[in-house]
């Protein structure tokens, strides 16, 4: 959304909170936060947000992004929707079709059966144990996926750089230090 765009967003959810004299730090952080949604997005989210705001005071910027992501992205299954979905794939593929298995799951799903192992799933003698398995391996990669989804794109390229920088580079010796270090070992 432009400036202008974020002004009558920004005036809309302060017309009904108490903090009518905000700083121009927070209006910076706001702007900084939510600048990336659409304008429409903004404020169906802003609307939503104010007819259900039971109390005084503006929600941090991470509640319009939870909303803008419900109304925007698509819907993320339950975990057992998601575990009914496995099991599907598992009667319609069976043990030794694991990739037209997978291939059938959307990505979340398809990332916990694999953290359990689809050979796991699909013959393990104890159902219920596999079940929750695959149960906390696809919330946790859920609430995961869902944390994600509210962050905005220029923050996760700025979290994306940083990674890159904490990773070091695989330090591989030259082919002359490597003669070298051979020579001195065999004493030639």
């Given at each position: 959304m432009t400036r202008q765009e974020f002004g009558k967003f920004y005036g809309y959810v302060t017309a009904a909170v108490n903090d009518t004299n905000?700083?121009?730090?927070?209006?910076e952080v706001y702007w900084d936060a939510l600048n990336d949604l659409p304008f429409d997005v903004a404020m169906v989210a802003a609307k939503k947000i104010m007819a259900t705001l039971e109390n005084p005071f503006l929600p941090m910027p991470a509640k319009f992004r939870k909303v803008a992501a419900e109304l925007t992205q698509p819907r993320i299954l339950t975990a057992g929707e998601?575990?009914?979905k496995v099991l599907r794939a598992i009667r319609g593929y069976g043990s030794y079709r694991e990739q037209d298995a997978l291939d059938s799951l959307d990505e979340l799903t398809r990332k916990a059966v694999q953290a359990v192992g689809w050979k796991s799933l699909c013959l393990s003698e104890e159902p219920d144990i596999v079940r929750a398995q695959f149960r906390k391996a696809y919330e946790a990669m859920q609430v995961r996926a869902e944390d994600y989804s509210k962050v905005p794109d220029k923050l996760k390229d700025a979290m994306a750089t940083i990674m890159d920088k904490m990773i070091p580079e695989p330090k591989i010796p030259s082919r002359q230090k490597q003669i070298a270090e051979l020579a001195e070992k065999f004493n030639l």
């Open positions: 905000p700083s121009k730090a927070r209006v998601a575990y009914e």
